[in-house]
């Protein structure tokens, strides 16, 4: 064990040898298929990459090549809430865990509708319908941001994957209505559905994704451009959010294991923040029940392991 920072070489050899180790292990969990086009995504593919604020990126595996960062995104839209609504959006969804599953709709009921937190799928959906009253497309929006975080212009989304989403959408589109019904969702319901969908449909890389959160590892301040993203005190309650339901029910058991604030995506990706240092992005597209990467968890939890950066120590 090497606490950080690590040397250049000695990170990249650490990535190499967590690569060695999530290939021999027998690989575990299913890959996504209730949208039917991440369904057909190679279950073998892994990446892993590193990223710190003094600029250096290490990475290994397919950490290069885009996947389709679902789940991730809620993050991104989190972050552009909290820059152009700020605390009011606080009124409209909660900072609680949950201990259900990701596109549940019990709580919801039960809770009047105000969602538990702006993850799980009602509380990204409260999310987009806030944005949607702010941006034309607040899909767009989304884009945007994460292009000017990565230093990427040529993210996008998938028409193809947003599409195929958007036609079996019952369950999230069951959540708006019923967040309707008590007066939590102004916008139409289709039309904010469509711009989730197409948010979920980005597509981008480990490389990307790690890069492109380091303004969270920095009390928000993007390392590269110097530019404010969010408040230091924003920073904190998005990071404490992403500990408490960054992976949903197993949040509490992710936080057990690994001890970093993490979000997770149905297309098996996996970003981690290491406050003061730099931000981890695995992607591997078999999930657990959970809808998260198995190998992304294991990836995580040996860098975490290694390197002593947990942030509770
Ligand atoms: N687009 C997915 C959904 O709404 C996101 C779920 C996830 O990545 O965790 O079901």
Redesign the pocket.
């Known amino acids: 064990m090497k606490p950080l920072p690590l040397r250049q070489t000695e990170l990249d050899s650490l990535l190499q040898k967590i690569h060695l180790h999530v290939n021999s292990a027998p690989r575990r969990g299913q890959v996504?298929t209730?949208?039917p086009a991440l369904a057909s995504v190679d279950a073998n593919k892994f990446g892993l990459a590193v990223a710190t604020l003094d600029g250096n990126v290490s990475s290994v595996g397919d950490a290069a090549e885009p996947f389709s960062?679902?789940?991730?995104?809620?993050l991104f839209a989190l972050v552009l809430a909290c820059k152009t609504i700020g605390s009011d959006l606080w009124i409209r969804v909660d900072r609680m865990p949950s201990s259900n599953q990701?596109?549940s709709l019990i709580e919801l009921e039960i809770e009047s509708g105000k969602p538990r937190n702006p993850?799980v799928?009602a509380g990204?959906l409260v999310v987009s319908d806030c944005l949607s009253s702010r941006f034309v497309q607040m899909e767009s929006a989304v884009v945007h941001l994460i292009r000017e975080l990565t230093g990427n212009p040529e993210i996008n989304y998938d028409r193809a994957v947003a599409a195929s989403?958007m036609a079996v959408?019952h369950?999230?589109m069951a959540a708006a209505y019923l967040m309707k019904s008590f007066s939590n969702f102004a916008n139409p319901v289709d039309q904010v559905l469509k711009a989730?969908?197409a948010q979920?449909?980005i597509r981008s890389s480990c490389i990307d994704l790690a890069r492109g959160a380091l303004f969270l590892a920095n009390r928000g301040v993007c390392p590269s451009t110097k530019k404010v993203v969010i408040s230091p005190t924003q920073t904190h309650q998005v990071c404490s959010l992403m500990t408490s339901s960054g992976t949903?029910e197993s949040s509490g058991e992710t936080s057990f294991t690994i001890g970093l604030p993490v979000k997770?995506?149905?297309?098996g990706g996996l970003l981690g923040i290491i406050p003061g240092y730099g931000a981890i992005c695995a992607w591997s597209p078999s999930l657990d029940q959970s809808?998260?990467s198995v190998a992304g968890l294991d990836a995580l939890q040996q860098f975490v392991a290694e390197t002593d950066c947990s942030v509770f120590l």
């Open positions: 996504a209730y949208i960062i679902q789940s991730i995104s809620k990701f596109n993850f799928n990204a989403e959408a369950r999230n989730y969908c979920c449909a949903y997770s995506g149905v297309g809808g998260t």
